[in-house]
C-alpha cells in the first residue's frame, strides 16, 4: 500500500525542512511546499491525503485561504493548520474554513505527529466505502433505504425521494459528521435543478429537512455549519 501523500505548506525554509525531515523519519511522506500557489497546481494534479497549512504564509492567500479552497474541492482531504501561539481567532476561523484540527507555534514534533497520524486515520475511514451488506441508514426520525432510494417513516409509510435528494442524502451518509461546503455538494451532487445556482443546495436542505427531522426549525440531522455549509450527523443509538 502507498503512503499516504501530504503536502507541507510553510514559507519559513528552515521550519518546512524541519518538520518534512521528522515526519519522514517516522515512516510518513511529506512534500515541502513554499507557496499557496505551489500547493494549488499539485493539488489539481492529484489531492493529497492531507495538507499541513502554516496559517500566516507571507502573500496574497493565508492559511485560511487555501484551507477553504481545499475542502471546496475535496471532503475527505485532511487539513491540519499550523497556527500561532495564544491566536484563538485564527484557530476558530481555521475549523470554520474546512481545517479538521490546528497545532499551535512553538509545538512539539511529537504532537504534530500523533495528529497527522490521527488524521490520516480518519481521511483512510472516510475513503473506505460502507459495508456492500448495508441496505438502510437511519437519518433524523427516518431509515433511507439505499436500494429503493426513499425514506422509511416510523410509522412504516414510504416517503419518496427525487434524484437530487437522494443523491444528497447518500453524499452526508457518505462524510458523517464533516462540514461538507455547498460548493462541493453540488459539485459532487450528479442532478442540478432549475433553481438559483447559489441557493440549490440550501433549498434541496430545506425539503430533506421537512421529511426526515422532527423538527425542521431545529434540525438535528443535517445541521448548519456557519461559513462552511452542512454536515450530517448520525442519530446516537
Known amino acids: 500500500m502507498a503512503a499516504p501523500r501530504i503536502l507541507l ?11 518534512t525531515d521528522y515526519l519522514a523519519q517516522h515512516g510518513l511522506r511529506p512534500i ?26 507571507g502573500e496574497a492567500e493565508d492559511g485560511l485561504a487555501l484551507a477553504r479552497w481545499l475542502r471546496g474541492r475535496s471532503a475527505r482531504i485532511g487539513i491540519l493548520m499550523l497556527t500561532s501561539a495564544g491566536d484563538m481567532v485564527d484557530r476558530v476561523v481555521g475549523l470554520e474554513s ?10 512539539e514534533p511529537r504532537e504534530l505527529l500523533a495528529r497527522v497520524r490521527a488524521l490520516l486515520r480518519r481521511a483512510a475511514g472516510a475513503a473506505a466505502p460502507p459495508p456492500a451488506r448495508i441496505s438502510e441508514v437511519r437519518v433524523g426520525t427516518c431509515m433511507l433505504d439505499l436500494e429503493r432510494r426513499l425514506l422509511i417513516r416510523p410509522d412504516g409509510e414510504e416517503e ?19 462540514p461538507l461546503t455547498r460548493d462541493w455538494l453540488l459539485e ?43 454536515m450530517f450527523v448520525p442519530a446516537k443509538d
Not at 505548506?9 to 518538520?19: C, I, K, S, Y
Not at 474546512?98 to 509545538?107: E, H, L, N
Not at 419518496?160 to 464533516?178: M, Y
Not at 436542505?205 to 438535528?220: M, N, S, V
Request: no cysteine; hydrophobic share 40%.
Open 188 to 230: 459532487a451532487s450528479s442532478h442540478r435543478e432549475a433553481e438559483a445556482f447559489d441557493r440549490a443546495i440550501d433549498n434541496r436542505i430545506l425539503r430533506l429537512r421537512r421529511k426526515l427531522e422532527a423538527d425542521p426549525a431545529k434540525p438535528e440531522a443535517i445541521r448548519s455549519v456557519r461559513g462552511v455549509g452542512y
Open 9 to 19: 505548506v510553510e514559507d519559513d525554509g528552515f521550519q518546512r525542512q524541519l518538520v
Open 160 to 178: 419518496p425521494l427525487t434524484a437530487s435528494e437522494f443523491d444528497l442524502l447518500k453524499l452526508f451518509v457518505s462524510h458523517p459528521n464533516r
Open 98 to 107: 474546512g481545517a479538521d484540527d490546528y497545532v499551535t507555534k512553538p509545538f
Open 32 to 57: 515541502p511546499v513554499g507557496s499557496g500557489a505551489e500547493l494549488k497546481r499539485m493539488a489539481e494534479q492529484a489531492m493529497p491525503d492531507l495538507a499541513i497549512l502554516d496559517v500566516q504564509l
